[in-house]
């Protein structure tokens, strides 16, 4: 509990001011691209990518020429570099603030090279294009230059709103483990900004991640720990703005979509021990689905 607590504090004192929150994306940027390329492409980076591309090809969510739209593309873009690498598509990446780390990106897809013909079923046809697409990434000198190449436009929206796209503009609004870190006191437009912005029969497909981030730094503790927590206790030692989630739960974010008026098409929780921690009474009327959902997947879609 003690490194808990600790990095509770630690991510306060840089949410604290505008300078403060800088320097911990200054931070971020540096240490934390020598860290991935040191770590290498993580195993469950291409497992997750794997299930997002078996639901494009089961509900045949992509067209060629569709326009795309991934929530949160994050420093390495993995879901929309895949998926650019499997179907001609235009795909637009909407981030908050910019963490690109080339080095870090062009590492990850070398190594993705080496393994993509094991992990990926591939016909002739497609072996070609991939591996043609990876080599022209390895050969790139610029974030400018792999956008042009895959026919990406970068975003950056700093209120985090959806509200500069068009209506309709969308076949495909996709995002892995960041809707979890939108404002809960915005989610409900934000929820709703994707039925706005889907054609009709559009797919909005999400991997969410329910637990308690600050756990991820402290072994010792439940998954999800913040469910001890009231809303009063949680914001005044424990929210901060540079690693914010919402503790919103599997059932709240199901009934989110539904009141946007979109359908469910697949739901896939996946539950973990959470021990036996004491349950804040804002979270006692959940069930154990609830409480133990730790990863929520969903596809829902835009009716005709």
């Not at 931070?27 to 691209?33: A, E, S, V």
């Not at 804002?282 to 133990?292: G, I, K, W, Y």
Request: with cysteine; charged share 25%.
């Amino acid at each position: 509990m003690i490194k808990y607590v600790m990095t509770a504090a630690a991510l306060r004192l840089f949410s604290a001011t505008p300078q403060t929150r800088q320097g911990y994306r200054l931070l971020g940027n540096t240490l934390g691209q020598r860290k991935r390329i040191s770590a290498g492409l993580d195993r469950k980076y291409v497992e997750r990518v794997k299930r997002l591309l078996q639901w494009c090809e089961q509900y045949k969510a992509i067209h060629e020429g569709d326009q795309l739209l991934e929530i949160g593309t994050g420093w390495l873009h993995w879901e929309s570099t895949i998926i650019r690498l499997f179907y001609d598509a235009e795909i637009t990446l909407l981030d908050v603030w910019d963490n690109r780390q080339l080095q870090a990106y062009k590492s990850h897809y070398a190594q993705l090279a080496k393994i993509v013909d094991k992990e990926f079923e591939l016909d002739a046809a497609r072996r070609e294009r991939v591996h043609y697409l990876l080599s022209a990434i390895a050969r790139a000198n610029s974030f400018d230059d792999i956008y042009r190449l895959l026919g990406f436009r970068y975003v950056i929206s700093p209120n985090g709103t959806l509200t500069k796209f068009q209506d309709q503009s969308f076949a495909l609004i996709f995002s892995s483990n960041v809707l979890e870190h939108v404002d809960a006191k915005i989610l409900p437009t934000f929820i709703q900004e994707f039925h706005r912005l889907l054609k009709p029969g559009g797919y909005s497909m999400h991997q969410i991640d329910l637990g308690d981030h600050l756990s991820y730094y402290d072994s010792k503790v439940s998954l999800k720990n913040y469910l001890r927590y009231s809303n009063t206790v949680w914001r005044r030692y424990f929210e901060n703005d540079v690693q914010y989630f919402n503790r919103v739960q599997r059932s709240d974010w199901l009934a989110l979509y539904d009141t946007a008026g979109l359908e469910l098409v697949a739901e896939e929780p996946i539950y973990a021990d959470i021990g036996s921690i004491s349950i804040d009474r804002q979270f006692t009327n959940m069930d154990q689905q609830d409480l133990r959902c730790w990863t929520l997947r969903v596809v829902h879609s835009k009716p005709f």
